[in-house]
């Protein structure tokens, strides 16, 4: 799903009348991640009350394209749901010299669900590549293709698995923890959003599903995750989330092009001086996601600065 948004902003950081020091001017592009897409979008709209002169042109392509768009100068600011792999930080090393620079500018993760009136309560890391993969690359004997096979039903009942397309983080990031970077079957349905496979798995009894933990509602029954067998399943919430004992938790980040010793152009470190900013990480838990902590938030300005 592309998602194309202008918005113009204006970009005062403190909560009164900007003084006319802070004003900012310029078109600032983001492109990248579209699990990311909903927080740019409200922390975009946060800021169109003021300095009218400055304007973000955001587009939610997938992380994949964030590289890309960051390597070949079509963008500014390339949001991810993944880290970069080594392959897209050697190629920006090749084109400009230096590595790119990486912000953390929420918690995230990857939430696994199924219908609300499925008796599955949970599922292990070895369960889900068995559900997704062809390779079982995790240890699997033999593939999950009924839900008999999984949670014992009486009646046999086919399985069907929902996921993401292959140019999102959130793929890629899943592929690599639940499929121990395995492949996917090739009958798994991939969607291009997020919102997509929610309200797949919410319309169909014997689907499940994953997305990121801002998008999952009342409609799917979210899933407790084990490392392996015979170890505690974790339901994802902040606390579980923050600090990584929920298996799919993941950062979110933000990277931009900036030389070393160099501080970012202003248009750019003033939206993401927002961002870490109080209000900015409000904004976060509003839209389902999980905020930095004050502690982390400094260090993601340290990097900045």
């Given at each position: 799903?592309?998602?194309?948004?202008?918005?113009?902003?204006?970009?005062?950081?403190?909560?009164?009348?900007?003084?006319?020091?802070?004003?900012?001017?310029?078109?600032?592009?983001?492109?990248?991640?579209?699990?990311?897409?909903?927080?740019?979008?409200?922390?975009?709209?946060?800021?169109?009350?003021?300095?009218?002169?400055?304007?973000?042109?955001?587009?939610?392509?997938?992380?994949?394209?964030?590289?890309?768009?960051?390597?070949?100068?079509?963008?500014?600011?390339?949001?991810?749901?993944?880290?970069?792999?080594?392959?897209?930080?050697?190629?920006?090393?090749?084109?400009?010299?230096?590595?790119?620079?990486?912000?953390?500018?929420?918690?995230?993760?990857?939430?696994?669900?199924?219908?609300?009136?499925?008796?599955?309560?949970?599922?292990?890391?070895?369960?889900?590549?068995?559900?997704?993969?062809?390779?079982?690359?995790?240890?699997?004997?033999?593939?999950?293709?009924?839900?008999?096979?999984?949670?014992?039903?009486?009646?046999p009942r086919?399985?069907?698995?929902?996921?993401?397309?292959?140019?999102?983080g959130t793929?890629?990031?899943?592929?690599?923890?639940?499929?121990?970077?395995?492949?996917?079957?090739?009958?798994?349905?991939?969607?291009?959003?997020?919102?997509?496979?929610?309200?797949?798995?919410?319309?169909?009894?014997?689907?499940?599903?994953?997305?990121?933990?801002?998008?999952?509602?009342?409609?799917?029954?979210?899933?407790?995750?084990?490392?392996?067998?015979?170890?505690?399943?974790?339901?994802?919430?902040?606390?579980?989330?923050?600090s990584g004992?929920?298996?799919?938790?993941?950062?979110?980040?933000?990277?931009?092009?900036?030389?070393?010793?160099?501080?970012?152009?202003?248009?750019?470190?003033?939206?993401?001086?927002?961002?870490?900013?109080?209000?900015?990480?409000?904004?976060?838990?509003?839209?389902?996601?999980?905020?930095?902590?004050?502690?982390?938030?400094?260090?993601?300005?340290?990097?900045?600065?």
């Open positions: 799903m592309r998602l194309a948004l202008a918005v113009a902003l204006a970009l005062g950081l403190c909560g009164g009348p900007a003084r006319a020091l802070d004003r900012v001017t310029g078109t600032l592009t983001s492109v990248g991640s579209d699990t990311a897409s909903v927080l740019i979008m409200r922390w975009a709209a946060a800021f169109q009350a003021r300095h009218p002169g400055a304007r973000i042109q955001a587009q939610a392509s997938g992380s994949a394209s964030a590289p890309i768009a960051l390597i070949e100068g079509a963008a500014d600011l390339g949001p991810m749901s993944r880290p970069m792999s080594a392959a897209e930080e050697a190629a920006f090393r090749t084109r400009y010299g230096h590595a790119p620079t990486r912000i953390v500018v929420a918690h995230d993760a990857i939430t696994v669900f199924v219908h609300p009136d499925n008796p599955l309560a949970s599922a292990s890391l070895a369960d889900l590549d068995a559900i997704y993969s062809s390779t079982r690359a995790c240890g699997a004997g033999a593939a999950i293709r009924r839900w008999a096979d999984l949670i014992g039903a009486a009646a086919s399985l069907l698995a929902v996921g993401r397309d292959s140019g999102s793929h890629e990031l899943f592929r690599e923890i639940a499929l121990c970077g395995g492949q996917y079957r090739a009958d798994v349905v991939a969607w291009p959003g997020n919102g997509a496979v929610v309200a797949t798995v919410a319309g169909n009894r014997e689907a499940i599903g994953y997305a990121g933990f801002g998008y999952v509602n009342r409609l799917v029954r979210t899933l407790a995750i084990a490392r392996g067998p015979g170890q505690p399943a974790i339901v994802p919430d902040e606390r579980s989330i923050v004992r929920y298996p799919l938790s993941r950062p979110i980040y933000v990277y931009l092009n900036r030389r070393p010793q160099l501080p970012p152009a202003a248009l750019p470190s003033a939206f993401l001086d927002y961002i870490l900013s109080d209000e900015g990480q409000r904004l976060v838990r509003q839209e389902g996601f999980v905020p930095l902590d004050t502690d982390e938030a400094r260090e993601q300005r340290a990097v900045l600065h």
